[in-house]
């Protein structure tokens, strides 16, 4: 009896010493992988650390001062300087005005478009490579023509007096300048978001198509229960993407109508372009980390919305 | 007890008879009256003749309505695609044009932009433009002045090859040694980094524009290629979408890969970036058209007017120049023209992934 306990003593013994060095391993195994894959994103994590993230800190620390050379602690006058200022005003409303009416009109464009070619139409690669055409077409060399179109003895004006006898309008300089914009960022980013809902069109499943024609779906019940329902994530990506491109629509701005265009067309950029000139760092970071937060509060906003709305998509 | 089993009898009585009363259901349906049992041969002969063409008329106006449906949406699609490609196609007719012509037909226009008279800038002349599908002459003067006579151009041209270059290059690198660690090693503090790097990437240039310009001016990198090309060069943007292609590597690829002892520089090279490959293709066309096009960043960070790249340059282009404005933009599309030609395939496939979870 006694031996068989000690027999069993031994064999616990043993299990514990090899569970020990088992965990000893599984130690070393995990130290060992954090290093390797900590490794690998090192070069990345030096990078972003030392050309966004500590900027930034540095941004918010000068938004505290005075001024660069003067690191006097203000406390929030500069927000408020900035804030009151007229300029800065008219730049965010501006900016976020165009983002407003651009992002779901390039969103439902785009739709419609790839609805289009996913009907059963031929030529859809064909179609689907010259709309996307405009995506690769460099801002500046494209600028040019917009002009030809677009300025007060432009083309557009001439049809429009040869054809309506209306008189002319000075585009870029007038309250329609929003619309040319609009066109402009419509055409550049029509291809890239069509591309990404044709991807999602064609993952939807033929069968449950199928089976909700079978039931007697039509084309819209069709769209709006089914397709929509599979659509909800991409049509979230493409709202994103469209909300950066439409941050980057200060190029074809600049580039148009130079440093200090209509009232409807002063971006925010403008107004960063133009405080960098007067040299004016502390209203300069207290504008960027104003736009930082706004920036974090709709995209937690729209990650939020579609944690909320698109999360039973996932299977 | 008694009341149990009772209880139990009642049921297996209702449950007898509803398996009696399903049987009756299917077999002793009665044959519904039909209006054809009344019919003679002859009158149902007539009758199915003209649902036939009754059906038949039905289904030609649909297949009718069905083509011209497909008529109307073949034309939008025209439509759109002309539109698409009506501004790249005149950029390219007009640089043939000669720099006579140009100036005849488009002085009107670059005369209004700089702004010589008008009280809102523009002169009220009666001129308009005409578009013409052909030029009067087709020359290759233009390009002839830019390449040859104009050492700027090509100098703006080269600096715009020497940024881009690097940060596409570098950019891809750093970010696939990235999105691999963040595609395999999947802590609750990596996914905190990966979101705020998600959070960089949508930051507008507005806000990291003025933070690259303070690290710049404390690396005294203000001026020079540096400056441009390093934060470039981190930007997190490829991080997102490639490691989003990783996470989609099946995992019993990389499993049976290390059961083979693959190191986890093989599975890195062998497995995840092979598969990777239209995604980092796509990338690297995205990134360059990207960087192709910057404007804000040049403007800002190089003061020297000898180091902007072309697109800066194509925008200062004045009247005097417009001669040969078209042409140099049309050169300055071409690369852009060529990648996509090339590449078109990997892009379509590359940006299709990267919307799909």
């Known amino acids: 009896m006694s031996e068989k306990q000690q027999q069993r003593g031994e064999v616990l013994l043993k299990r514990s010493e090899l569970n020990k060095q088992k965990k000893r391993l599984h130690r070393r195994r995990k130290i060992l992988d954090w290093g390797v894959f900590t490794g690998y994103l090192l070069p990345s994590l030096l990078g972003v650390f030392l050309f966004f993230f500590m900027p930034l800190l540095m941004l918010l620390k000068t938004s505290f001062q005075k001024s660069s050379t003067n690191t006097d602690f203000v406390g929030f006058t500069n927000y408020t300087r900035v804030i009151t200022n007229g300029a800065f005003k008219d730049a965010s409303i501006n900016t976020l005005t165009f983002a407003l009416i651009a992002v779901p009109l390039a969103i439902v464009l785009a739709l419609l478009i790839a609805l289009l070619l996913n009907s059963g139409m031929p030529g859809k690669s064909i179609f689907r490579s010259i709309l996307l055409n405009p995506m690769m077409v460099p801002v500046a060399s494209i600028v040019l023509i917009w002009q030809v179109f677009f300025s007060y003895n432009g083309v557009i004006n001439g049809w429009l007096g040869n054809l309506f006898g209306l008189d002319k309008i000075d585009w870029l300089k007038s309250s329609y300048a929003q619309i040319v914009i609009l066109i402009m960022f419509i055409w550049k980013n029509l291809g890239y978001n069509m591309v990404l809902f044709l991807a999602a069109l064609n993952n939807i499943p033929t069968e449950v198509i199928e089976s909700a024609k079978m039931d007697g779906a039509g084309p819209v019940k069709r769209f709006f229960a089914i397709k929509m329902h599979y659509l909800s994530s991409t049509i979230f990506f493409v709202g994103i993407m469209s909300l950066i491109n439409s941050f980057k629509i200060f190029r074809e701005v600049y580039l148009l109508t130079g440093d200090y265009p209509f009232d409807t067309l002063y971006m925010l950029q403008h107004y960063m372009n133009n405080a960098f000139r007067h040299l004016d760092y502390s209203r300069l970071s207290s504008g960027a980390i104003i736009m930082c937060i706004v920036m974090i509060i709709i995209v937690g906003f729209l990650f939020f919305a579609e944690a909320k709305f698109g999360g039973d998509i996932e299977e | 007890m008694a009341t149990y089993r009772n209880e139990e009898l009642v049921r297996k009585q209702r449950k007898l008879a509803a398996t009696q009363a399903r049987r009756k259901v299917y077999t002793q349906v009665e044959k519904p009256v039909s209006k054809f049992d009344h019919m003679s041969p002859d009158e149902r002969e007539a009758f199915f003749a ?279 933009s049309a050169l300055y599309m071409i690369p852009a023209l060529l990648i996509f030609l090339w590449g078109e395939e990997y892009l379509v496939e590359g940006i299709s992934h990267s919307g799909i979870k």
Not at chain 2, 58 to 83: E, H, P, Q, T, Y
Not at chain 2, 107 to 123: E, M, N, R, Y
């Open chain 2, 50 to 328: 003209k649902e036939r063409k009754r059906a038949g008329k039905v289904l030609k106006r649909r297949n009718g309505f069905i083509k011209a449906a497909m008529g109307l949406g073949i034309a939008v699609a025209i439509l759109a695609s002309v539109m698409a490609l009506v501004p790249i196609f005149y950029t390219f007719i007009n640089s043939f044009m000669s720099s006579a012509e140009i100036q005849d037909n488009y002085g009107v226009i670059f005369q209004s932009l700089s702004g010589h008279a008008g009280d809102k800038g523009a002169t009220y002349l009666d001129k308009t433009p005409v578009l013409r599908m052909v030029p009067e002459r087709v020359t290759l003067e233009q390009y002839k002045t830019l390449l040859f006579m104009s050492p700027a151009y090509l100098l703006k041209f080269w600096n715009s090859v020497i940024m881009v270059v690097p940060i596409v290059l570098g950019q891809l690198v750093v970010a696939s040694l990235a999105s691999y660690s963040f595609a395999r090693y999947r802590k609750r503090r990596r996914e905190i980094l990966f979101f705020s790097y998600v959070i960089l990437m949508l930051m507008p240039f507005q806000v990291t524009l003025v933070p690259n310009y303070m690290i710049a001016d404390k690396l005294h990198l203000i001026d020079s290629f540096w400056s441009i090309i390093l934060p470039g060069i981190f930007s997190t943007f490829s991080c997102f979408l490639l490691t989003k292609y990783m996470r989609q590597i099946p995992s019993s690829y990389i499993e049976a890969a290390k059961l083979d002892g693959a190191t986890e520089w093989q599975i890195f090279t062998k497995i995840a970036l092979p598969t990777c490959k239209s995604a980092i293709f796509a990338l690297a066309i995205l990134l360059f058209i990207d960087y192709w096009n910057m404007v804000e960043q040049p403007l800002v960070l190089l003061t020297d007017e000898q180091k902007q790249p072309l697109s800066v340059f194509l925008s200062q282009i004045n009247e005097a120049e417009i001669g040969i404005a078209f042409a140099a």
